[in-house]
């Protein structure tokens, strides 16, 4: 159990569709973070909130488009995909944005996005 | 951004100790040496990190050099479920707060 959580699980969409991945964490956490992984490649950071504010951009297309409500959760809305947009999409929080690199991550199981 | 250099794969027997070398040859000061782990069709889950001084929690062991440039990680008794890709990443001060994942070690460990 680790405590983060992503729905759904699986999802494929067409070019022209909208969707959500929606992540909540259940570990108190103020600080959340849109992960990618693409197959044969490194994780790439997307995005971070810290206590709801988004404080990293990491260059991502405005296709993706993020949310962050409250602390809990965190949102991730998909429009007007490419095919190559294909990937696991991982949610992760920790407790803050620690300036000195000490503090976990936790990671959700990710969302396996197809597009069409 | 400081770099880690891990080998792609490894191989290990059930039950046997394994031990996952990392060089950090350009760590600054300041910069923790963490570790996550893969496994297949999950999020990575964090492992252990350390500063300067060895460190064990229920998971693992994580042992630094004396110079810092290199560590490495030690599973006492290797079982199936280890089998993952095993990351370690620098983390540290200012924008270095991000993880950074590299390519990892593919763990392989037989019955």
């Known amino acids: 159990e680790t405590g983060v959580t992503q729905t759904p699980r699986h999802l494929v969409m067409g070019m022209t569709n909208k969707k959500s991945l929606k992540c909540e964490q259940h570990l108190g956490h103020n600080a959340m973070y849109w992960y990618k992984q693409s197959a044969k490649k490194p994780l790439e950071l997307m995005f971070v909130y810290n206590f709801k504010e988004q404080t990293e951009n990491n260059s991502v297309p405005s296709r993706f488009s993020p949310e962050c409500p409250n602390s809990s959760h965190l949102f991730l809305h998909l429009h007007t995909l490419q095919p190559e947009d294909s990937a696991l999409y991982l949610c992760?929080?920790?407790?803050?944005?620690?300036?000195?690199?000490?503090?976990?991550?936790?990671f959700g199981p990710g969302t396996r996005l197809t597009v069409t | 951004d400081a770099k880690t250099t891990q080998p792609n794969s490894m191989e290990s027997n059930e039950e046997e100790p394994v031990h996952l070398p990392c060089n950090h040859s350009?760590?600054?000061?300041?910069?923790?040496i963490h570790w996550y782990r893969q496994l297949p069709s999950q999020g990575p889950e964090y492992v252990i990190h350390g500063l300067t001084s060895n460190v064990n929690n229920r998971m693992a062991s994580l042992a630094i050099a004396e110079d810092r440039k290199s560590s490495t990680l030690i599973l006492h008794r290797a079982t199936l479920r280890d089998a993952a890709v095993y990351y370690c990443i620098l983390r540290g001060g200012g924008s270095n707060y991000k993880l950074t994942f590299g390519k990892g070690t593919l763990l392989t460990v037989n019955p």
């Open positions: 992760a929080s920790s407790q803050e944005i620690a300036d000195r690199g000490r503090d976990e991550q936790y």
């Open positions: 350009t760590i600054s000061g300041t910069d923790y």
